[in-house]
């Protein structure tokens, strides 16, 4: 076969949220590498800083701002900041998100249900709402959320995270039906266990619940980061334009089983 392949977001301009660490910067070097202007958030700057200067070493565009999703009004200036820089927004992946140790239900703290519905829910809303605004305007979009297999199954992860992803689900499908007519996707993927700092350390700290949680997965593994974001950018892109209002699990079959 001869000619060259054009990457699937080429000229395409994207905002990464949760893009410090995980699956996050793992989506800002994916997006990069087919071809998007990538403006990147998160709450810690060094790291934000340090991916920016990586991906810009390879000829990227590359921005960053601080920002902590809970805060709309901070939401609402990056979006615009992003639209006045770049001329539009095409593309976005919210992506910030806590966990929380397992806790049965009745010994969890409120102030935990609150930090953890208030990133994880509230967070995709502000994100959403500034986001689909900027989309109207320009007359077109893809949004994907990340919800989890704990959006889909509950297990002992901690209900407030379970209800959290189911909740991402629900405001996926809503603002999929609301917007198809102005051209704007929205799609959530929900992954299984992925390599992270925190599931690293988790694993370190306890051998036998890696071996536990590789036997919960028919490919008997955890994901890489990038696996996870590359049905990401697949959502972002027109190979998926006919895909809205779906949530794609990216499990190696965790919840096919
Ligand atoms: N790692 C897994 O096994 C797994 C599985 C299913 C779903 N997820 C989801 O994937 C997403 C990314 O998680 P990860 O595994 O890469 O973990 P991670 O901790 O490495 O990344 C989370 C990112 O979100 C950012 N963040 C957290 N709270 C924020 C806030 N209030 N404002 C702005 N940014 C904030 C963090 O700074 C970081 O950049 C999360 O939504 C998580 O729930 C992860």
Redesign the pocket.
């Known amino acids: 076969m001869s000619g060259t392949v054009t990457p699937v977001l080429e000229g395409r301009v994207a905002l990464v949220?949760?893009?410090?660490?995980?699956?996050?910067?793992a989506a800002a070097r994916v997006f990069a590498r087919h071809g998007a202007t990538v403006v990147l958030?998160?709450?810690?700057e060094d790291?934000l800083r340090a991916l920016v200067e990586q991906l810009r070493a390879t000829g990227a565009d590359a921005s960053h701002h601080v920002?902590?999703?809970?805060d709309g009004e901070a939401v609402r200036r990056v979006v615009e900041r992003t639209v006045e820089r770049h001329g539009r927004l095409d593309a976005a992946f919210n992506?910030?998100?806590?966990?929380l140790p397992r806790t049965p239900m009745h010994l969890i703290e409120d102030a935990t249900y609150e930090h953890v519905v208030g990133?994880?829910v509230t967070?995709v809303w502000n994100c959403m709402r500034h986001e689909l605004a900027a989309m109207v305007e320009g007359k077109g979009g893809a949004i994907v959320n990340?919800?989890?297999?704990?959006g889909l199954v509950a297990s002992s992860t901690g209900a407030p995270?379970i209800a959290s992803?189911h909740a991402v689900i629900g405001l996926t499908k809503a603002a999929a039906v609301e917007y198809a007519s102005h051209g704007i996707r929205v799609n959530a993927i929900?992954?299984?266990?992925?390599?992270?700092?925190?599931?690293d350390a988790w694993f370190a700290s306890s051998p036998e619940a890696e071996e536990r949680a590789h036997r919960s997965a028919p490919q008997g593994r955890?994901a890489d980061?990038e696996e996870v974001a590359e049905t990401a950018a697949w959502l972002c892109s027109d190979l998926a334009s006919f895909v809205t209002g779906a949530t794609v699990p990216v499990d190696g079959g965790r919840t096919a089983w």
Do not use: C, F, Q, W
Not at 41 to 44: E, F, Q, S, V
Not at 146 to 150: A, C, D, E, I, P
């Open positions: 949220h949760g893009a410090s660490s995980g699956i996050g910067a958030t998160a709450r810690r790291r920002l902590d999703v809970r992506n910030a998100g806590v966990g990133t994880n967070g990340t919800s989890s297999v704990g995270y992803k929900a992954p299984g266990l992925t390599r992270s700092e925190m599931i955890a980061p």
